[in-house]
């Protein structure tokens, strides 16, 4: 029963993302979406093997052709275009926050290590729309980071608060338990 544990987190960890990825509002070259509020999540209640493992697995999926990027992109392109930075750096959000949180972690070291993941992604969608898009680096931070400032703090502070009661009722959990 273990070994289906292996398989099964990251397979729902990566069906959470690619659904909330869905919920998206184009707003220029970097839409809106719930994906990094799926990643934070999982980050927060998954061990880091499986979360990372969750964020891989959604971005294979992607990359054969699976529609599960936001506005249902799908394609390898989609990993090697202007926004390539924030998918890639997704992986990073994953392990870093996950690693950091506990199942006894407090709402500030959740939020605390949530920022510090979701701040990365901004610096790899930055990156990629100065290097992948060809945009100067104030432009990038005008389309890539700015508008996504309040949403992402709000998105932070619902995973902070939201996770907590997950983790404690999962504790229960032979596989959350160690988390």
Request: no cysteine; aromatic share 12%.
């Amino acid at each position: 029963m273990k070994k289906a544990h292996i398989y099964a987190i990251p397979a729902i960890g990566a069906a959470l993302i690619a659904v909330l990825a869905q919920i998206s509002m184009p707003i220029g070259p970097v839409p809106f979406t719930l994906q990094n509020f799926a990643i934070g999540l999982i980050a927060t209640v998954f061990r880091p093997r499986e979360a990372v493992l969750s964020v891989g697995l959604y971005l294979l999926l992607g990359a054969i052709g699976l529609p599960v990027f936001a506005n249902g992109g799908a394609g390898f392109h989609v990993l090697v275009g202007p926004s390539a930075g924030y998918l890639w750096f997704d992986l990073v959000y994953a392990g870093l926050a996950s690693y950091l949180i506990h199942t006894n972690s407090g709402v500030l070291r959740i939020f605390f290590a949530n920022l510090l993941g979701d701040s990365l992604v901004f610096v790899g969608g930055i990156l990629s729309l100065h290097f992948l898009a060809g945009m100067p680096f104030d432009k990038a931070l005008a389309v890539g980071v700015i508008p996504f400032i309040i949403p992402d703090l709000a998105k932070i502070v619902a995973i902070s608060f939201i996770s907590r009661p997950l983790l404690q009722r999962l504790r229960t959990q032979a596989y959350f338990s160690s988390k």
